[in-house]
């Protein structure tokens, strides 16, 4: 995988990547569903999903910020201008904040609305914060909020990657791809 | 049924009257339930309710209790959740805006600790249940502290789609800690 010009990302990373993707696809509509339903048993188990999802997309993001830390990314094209190099890293810097946070910040939102995460029913996470409506309500507004933050990120990190595929014709989305071999130049 | 119930706890509140009642201090006592949803502890608070108790540690047999639930009063701090309790599938709150706990025998266990044995009845149904609790003399009066467990679909209070106890556990602990004031006043 890793060529000599690391070319590629590792594979751990690359599963990371797409786990997380596909974890905040499932925790995004789960949210969205969720508090539109009726109260209901449904209503009930799609938030302790949506809790549990979180809790997982913390645990990867942090398993993907240490990987990272140990693993540079493979270089970027070299005709790639300075403030789109800028841009990306500043991107995937926040892109990695929001993982960690956002989980952060359903999991204080829970705490003070006086609801305790149990991951998938079995672990009980402790309280962060005592009881406490205003505050939640506060935090309900940061948590989406970051959320929405999170998928205008995503579009844009979407939205570059096709465009280095489809107009740059260069690997840095191919190198990001599984089952995907990078063509030799 | 209904009829029995009444009678029963009329001649259960006569009693406790004639063994001289306690008065309760309400905003310091608490009856309190424990639920599971999705396996996580969800409290609920009975805001109001009302209790003849008479008792006196050192001769338990002769104590009586009578506790009365006003089920509207019902609080999760959400109010869709309260909505949804209140309604139908759950307390049913208008056909049934009482529960009520008698008392029938208390006996002690030791070391500060009691049981007390009656008819629960909620939603319209009667079981008889039994409950431990512990009892701490106080400078003026003294305070009951105690818990056990009920079933709810026993009571049918979840029905329809509610039934699903791996969403909402069957099981639901009941905790109670009333605070008496002053000692029952001696029969005149």
Redesign the interface.
Known sequence: MNTARGVTYAAPAIVLHWLVFALICGGFALGLTMTDLP????K??Y??WHKWTGVSIFLLAVARAAWRLGHPAPPLPATMPVWQRRAAAVSHALLYALILVIPLSGWLYSSAA?????YF??L?LPDLLG?D?ALAETLKSVHITLNYTLLVLVVVHAAAALKHHFGDHDDVLVRMLPFVKLREK | MKIATTIGLTIALLAAGAAGAHSVVYDKSRITCVSR??????EAVFRRFSAQIAFDPAKPETARAQIEIDVASFDL?NA??N??ARDKPWFDVRTYPKATFVATAIRALGGGKFEARGPLTIKGKTLDVVTPFTYRDEPVGGTVDGAFTVKRLQYNIGEG??K?TD??ADEVQIRYHIVLAGKPAAKK
């Open positions: 109260f209901s048993p449904l009930l188990k938030y302790s006086g609801v305790t995460t149990v029913g079995v009980p009881r409506k | 949803q999705m396996n996580v502890p969800v701090d869709e959740a909505d949804e789609a509610w699903d969403t909402v």
